[in-house]
Every structure is written in structure tokens, then in C-alpha cells.
């Protein structure tokens, strides 16, 4: 079985920070990307960010300069440092990894944690 905890949301003031973690546990044989994903109110799911096993990252416009994702290959987790945070940055945030165990590869998300930005 393989689990992905989430933890770090909560209510944060606009032009503030926060920051969400993501471990995935369980029989993992390797862990190709990692990533964040939010999903708003009345919205569809979309990405945030992403990050591969060597490091390399990749940005939705719409936080770039202000969202910093990386990665602890060694304890299989995930960071998503939120700066500058705005309203419209409130959402329900997902983990997303996708790894191989011993059935194959495939997407795995965590639970969600909730992010709010508000005065």
C-alpha cells in the first residue's frame, strides 16, 4: 500500500507564507515526479507545481516567482514554500507521485489539505 500524508495548509493573510509538505510511504520502488496540484471552489484541479527525481521543476505561470517546490529524495517528500500568498491562491491543495512499486506505475494523490488566503 502506498499513502501520501499532506500536511502545512491552514488560513494565512494575503502577502503571506506557507508552507505544505507531502511523504509518501509504503512499498515504493522509485519515485519519478512529485508534484501539487489545487483545486478552487466551482474550479477544476490544476497543476502548481512539479518536480523530477533529478530536480528539475516545473511551474504553473500563475505562481511562478512566488511558489518554490523541491524535493527529499531520501525521506520521499515533497515541499511547496508559498510566498506572497493571494486570495485567488485559495484551494484545497493535492500531493501527486508518480512511482513504481511492485504492480507497476501509476499516479498517486494524497488526501488534499485546504489553504486559505484571507484578511
Known amino acids: 500500500q502506498v499513502q501520501l500524508v499532506e500536511s502545512g495548509g491552514g488560513l494565512v493573510q494575503p502577502g503571506g507564507s506557507l508552507t505544505l509538505s507531502c511523504a509518501a510511504s509504503?512499498?515504493?520502488?522509485?519515485?519519478?515526479?512529485m508534484g501539487w496540484y489545487r483545486q478552487a471552489p466551482g474550479k477544476e484541479r490544476e497543476l502548481v507545481a512539479t518536480?523530477?527525481?533529478?530536480?528539475?521543476?516545473n511551474y504553473s505561470e500563475s505562481v511562478k516567482g512566488r511558489i518554490t517546490i523541491s524535493r527529499d529524495n531520501a525521506k520521499n517528500t515533497v515541499y511547496l514554500q508559498m510566498n506572497s500568498l493571494k486570495p485567488e491562491d485559495t484551494a484545497v491543495y493535492y500531493c501527486k507521485a508518480v512511482l513504481s512499486t511492485a504492480t507497476g506505475i501509476r499516479n498517486y494523490w494524497g488526501q488534499g489539505t485546504q489553504v486559505t488566503v484571507s484578511s
Open positions: 518536480v523530477d527525481s533529478g530536480s528539475i521543476t
Open positions: 509504503g512499498s515504493i520502488f522509485r519515485i519519478y515526479v
